[in-house]
């Protein structure tokens, strides 16, 4: 508690010393006759046996009352319950969102709007350094126009509520650090491509333009963080399998390759999902350092494709089949940028030998990017990145006559191009990945302004083009979007 210390400034009285002159000594001037007798003191100063003075009004013995919620060490005591008030378990933080997007062109399929939502996001944090504790509590509340349902999927994150985080953090010894919950989880070196990165994503998120930290969707799994000399080491357990959030087609029409054709959301994608815990569980592992001038890291994942990738040939659904793969990257300054190098083997458990027409193959994949200031507040960023696949001949002849073929080697290329003005409250962003190979592009420009500590407004487009509606950009071109958001945040 604070104390707010009172000074009082007293009249320092000098009494005249008891002195015995000497008969011959001057006679003292009237009123000093008698050593003895000092002068009066003033009214109220009474002599050194008498009353102080009387303290002005509410300076007694006992200190001044301070403010309200602000008493002495004794008081500290004194609970809230006891004084029959409430304390909130956490310190609270919080953003509320007003969303909207319309398409650009009709799409027979959809409606008209992209996006239309209220998003109220709540975060909780609260240690107890004593126990080594943090715990952290994140949702979403949401009125979705668009799909229009508000019961809640916490896998989906449809409905009136998503779960971000729920999770608790504990130290047991120094060097390790244990988290357990629901927590978004990202590792790698990609500007929006991922390779060695399998944990789940939201590509509605992406595709209709939500705010970029909706890319990531949460795992609910187990971190374990190693910190050593040698080698950080990082590993995730989730007990059961946590899907990407694939494009939805009651928002955005797709390639439906039964029909050979673009579907909307009349046509939904029924899937057969992995979902019994611990028996249907993902394993991932990190282990990273740093070596001179380059940060190094190797990656390891067991699980199953994110996103459907195979189909059950009797019920028709799409299926996640098994998948583990194996990489490495490393990042390191170069001509006063950042170089960075990423690659994996995507082996595909469930076709090995690629002799099942109805499962993904196995893929070879890499990345190399490169990102510089151009000039000051000017960033430019630049990747390519290539998907090999593995027997692709026998991948070939296996494909029903006149079904698209996909390329042996899928290639893509990406550029960011970032500028800052206004002392850094406007924020411009130019985004596009194009792939010469399957001859299609997604451009995605961006303006967001901060207008003050709390209200931030931007626009922005997601823009699809593409010669073959059977692409994965291609089959987008009907869901061309242009957006706006307007975000509060305490």
């Given amino acids: 508690m604070f104390r707010f210390p009172i000074t009082l400034s007293f009249v320092a009285l000098l009494a005249l010393p008891s002195m015995a002159y000497a008969e011959d000594e001057p006679a003292l001037p009237e009123g000093l006759e008698d050593a003895s007798d000092e002068p009066a003191l003033p009214t109220g100063l009474g002599d050194a046996g008498g009353d102080e003075p009387a303290l002005p009004s509410g300076l007694g013995e006992a200190e001044p009352g301070l403010p309200a919620g602000l008493g002495d060490e004794a008081d500290a005591s004194v609970s809230a319950a006891e004084e029959g008030g409430f304390t909130l ?8 969102d007003l969303n909207g997007g319309l398409r650009v062109q009709d799409d027979p ?34 009125y979705d126009h668009v799909l229009g349902e508000h019961e809640p999927d916490l896998e989906t994150g449809e409905g009136a509520i998503d779960l971000r985080e729920a999770s608790l953090v504990a130290s047991p010894w120094e060097s390790i650090d244990l988290k357990i919950g629901r927590q978004v989880l990202t590792w790698g070196t990609g500007d929006l491509l991922f390779i060695n990165d399998m944990f789940p994503k939201d590509w509605d998120a992406f ?42 087609r009651r928002r955005l029409s797709s390639w439906d390759p039964m029909q050979q054709a673009i579907v909307g959301r009349e046509t939904l994608v029924a899937t057969d999902t992995p979902d019994d815990w611990f028996v249907d569980g993902e394993f991932a592992a990190r282990v990273h350092r740093r070596i001179g001038r380059y940060e190094v890291a190797a990656y390891g994942y067991r699980g199953y494709w994110k996103s459907p990738a195979g189909m059950d040939r009797m019920t028709g659904k799409a299926t996640f089949p098994k998948l583990s793969v194996y990489g490495g990257s490393a990042r390191r300054p170069l001509v006063g940028g950042i170089f960075s190098v990423e690659g994996g083997y995507y082996d595909s458990r469930s076709n090995r030998g690629g002799e099942n027409p109805f499962v993904r193959n196995s893929e070879i994949r890499g990345l190399v990017g490169f990102e510089r200031d151009l000039a000051k507040e000017l960033t430019l960023g630049v990747q390519y990145h290539v998907e090999f696949m593995r027997h692709h001949g026998l991948y070939a002849t296996m ?29 411009t962003t130019f985004y596009a990945q194009a792939s010469p190979t399957d001859q299609d592009a997604a451009l995605m420009p961006n ?44």
Avoid: C
């Avoid at 378990?89 to 509320?96: A, D």
């Fill in 207 to 248: 595709l209709i333009g939500r705010d970029m930290e909706y890319l990531k969707a949460p795992s609910d799994a187990l971190k374990a963080s190693i910190f050593h000399e040698l080698m950080n080491i990082d590993l995730v357990y989730t007990p059961r399998f946590d899907a990407d959030r694939f494009p939805d």
């Fill in 89 to 96: 378990p956490f310190e609270w933080s919080g953003t509320f």
């Fill in 399 to 427: 494909q029903p006559p006149g079904a698209p073929l996909a390329d042996q080697a899928r290639q893509l290329a990406t550029v960011r191009l970032t500028w800052l003005a206004l002392n850094q409250s406007l924020r």
């Fill in 447 to 490: 303006a967001s302004y901060t207008i003050d500590d709390h209200w931030r407004a931007q626009v922005g487009a997601n823009i699809f083009v593409g010669s073959d509606e059977h692409t994965f950009f291609g089959q987008l071109q009907n869901n061309s979007s242009a957006y706006g958001a307007l975000r509060y945040a305490w």
């Fill in 109 to 142: 399929g959809e409606r008209r709007s992209s996006m239309g939502e209220l998003r109220l996001h709540l975060r909780g944090e609260n240690s107890w350094e004593s126990m080594g504790l943090t715990a952290a509590l994140a949702a979403d509340f949401i």
